[in-house]
């Protein structure tokens, strides 16, 4: 019973590192660059949700929309600063760019409101006790489980039946085969930003509601771990990002459930090194050779 | 209907195009024919939009076209069928021919150029659902020409299309090239295959290291010694 229940705090842990890894898989599927800013966008999404509770006093699903609207224009930005007029610079010009934008976005938030973390109100969502066959689920890790797969279905829809999912496709595929067909990769690609970026917001809001504690620098072990679950999955391939965060997530939770919560973290990272020892095209992903 | 009017393109340092000047009238076939690297795709590309030239202009309908983005380019009439096909591999080939029709948005005019493109090429009909990387070469070659037709365009820029295609391949592609002519599309032919593109076209251009040194009727220039020396494989 031990086991099962750790298999559902790993499934909810995975579904945020697997929302965060959406964002850096579709990134990279188009313009072929870790956005390491990507886990302070996230961090974003979460203080952005926190004000929205306790400022606005908006409830959970307002919260979650208003973060993942604010963390979408925040990607946009970035892309159009900081990225954009890199677009035919070395691939390591763009790298260390994105590093810097992290750090910016962090010491930025210590900036404006301090370093001091502060507490999501545990009262957002009705949180009962659920036994069901000798295992306690929450009725908060439900609802967020359920937000998460609603939003990942969601990004299977945009991707595969509207126009914009196609032509991000078709970019992420061959760019300049898709300008020949008229599509505006500038255009393309700041989408792409945008909806990654809502996915880091939505992932925010969600780990402060089961995590309760939120900090300007809570984004960098989330944003590398999510880091891994992409490339566990194959670093460009969407579903490969879901199932690498699950994955990710349940591991984990095992490793702490066995007793050595301490190794979390190693373990994370030793799954990196091994896929990218013995699979480094990920699970998901094919051989495939650089195109010269 | 388009003139290039001189135009200097280059990578970097290196100039691609020597002063290229070139007309095309409505209804033609043209070609260009020349050797691997003498600047062909160069030039549709810069047609394209995708390369703007340093000098010089292009001139569509009356109006410049240099420079401006892939994007305006086609939505005015100008679909490129470019080297190697470059068709969505990870996408089906129905897929495939929506992103033909990106910037359209008269559902019923683009359902009619499904059927044409499906008439044009049944093979594509009846692979419509299947991955477009599962296709055969000369079937992708179809495919690459059907997205491009499903832009509705006035122009056709096609960068050798016989490419690595066996030789009865090669026949059917350039017998479509023609009915798509024939039913008013006007084509710039780009080819190393200079007998069959003489074969097809109504006036050609001979290209050489970024500067055009031939130009007249097809049948000129299949009696022209010179282009049957260097292209025609004569004696």
């Known amino acids: 019973m031990e086991l099962i229940q750790q298999l559902v705090n790993g499934i909810s842990l995975g579904s945020i590192y697997a929302l965060i890894a959406l964002g850096y898989t579709m990134v990279y599927g188009i313009v072929r660059l870790i956005n390491f800013a990507h886990g302070d966008v996230f961090m974003v999404g979460a203080f952005v949700g926190f004000y929205a509770i306790t400022g606005l006093h908006l409830g959970f699903f307002p919260a979650l929309l208003l973060a993942m609207v604010v963390c979408a224009l925040l990607g946009v930005f970035i892309e159009r600063i900081a990225y954009k007029p890199l677009r035919n610079a070395t691939r390591i010009a763009v790298l260390i760019t994105a590093i810097g934008v992290s750090l910016l976005i962090e010491y930025g938030m210590i900036y404006a409101r301090g370093a001091q973390p502060v507490a999501y109100p545990g009262t957002i969502l009705p949180d009962k006790k659920i036994e069901l066959f000798g295992v306690t689920i929450s009725s908060q890790s439900i609802l967020i489980l359920c937000t998460s797969i609603v939003l990942m279905i969601l990004l299977q829809l945009i991707v595969h039946k509207t126009k914009i999912g196609k032509a991000m496709r078709a970019v992420s595929y061959d760019a300049e085969a898709a300008r020949l067909m008229g599509i505006n990769v500038d255009n393309t690609i700041s989408a792409t930003f945008a909806i990654g970026s809502a996915l880091a917001g939505a992932a925010g809001v969600i780990f402060g509601i089961y995590y309760i504690k939120i900090e300007p620098l809570m984004g960098i072990i989330p944003g590398l771990k999510a880091f891994v679950a992409a490339v566990l999955g194959g670093i460009g391939i969407i579903p490969g990002a879901m199932v690498g965060g699950l994955v990710l997530g349940v591991i984990e939770s095992l490793v702490s459930g066995l007793g050595y919560s301490l190794w979390r973290d190693g373990v994370a990272f030793i799954v990196l090194i091994l896929i990218l020892i013995f699979r480094p095209s990920g699970l998901f992903g094919k051989n495939v050779k650089e195109k010269v | ?235």
């Open chain 2, 1 to 235: 209907m388009l003139k290039v009017d001189s135009i200097d393109v280059f990578y970097g340092n290196i100039q691609a195009l020597k002063g290229v000047s070139l007309e095309i009238n409505e209804g033609e076939i043209v070609t260009f024919i020349g050797a691997n690297g003498a600047g062909k795709s160069t030039l549709l590309k810069t047609i394209s939009g995708l390369l703007k030239p340093k000098n010089g202009d292009i001139l569509y309908e009356g109006q410049s076209i240099a420079g401006k983005a892939a994007q305006m380019i086609v939505k005015q009439g100008i679909s490129h069928v470019p080297e190697g096909r470059r068709i969505f591999a990870n996408m089906t080939v129905e897929e495939n021919l929506e992103l033909g029709a990106f910037l359209r948005k008269d559902k019923n005019e683009i359902q009619k150029d499904f059927e044409k493109v499906y008439h044009l090429f049944p093979r594509l009909h009846e692979r419509r659902k299947q991955l477009a990387g599962t296709l055969s070469g000369g079937e992708q070659q179809m495919l690459a020409i059907g997205r491009a037709l499903m832009a509705r365009p006035r122009l056709l820029l096609l960068d050798e299309p016989s490419m690595g295609l066996a030789p009865l391949l090669v026949k059917t592609i350039f017998r479509i090239i023609e009915e798509i002519n024939s039913s008013g599309t006007t084509i710039l032919l780009v080819e190393q295959n200079a007998n069959m593109a003489l074969s097809v076209a109504d006036r050609a251009y001979v290209i050489e290291s970024g500067r055009v040194v031939l130009s007249g009727s097809a049948e000129e220039l299949n009696a022209s010694e010179q282009v049957k020396m260097a292209y025609l494989g004569g004696h």
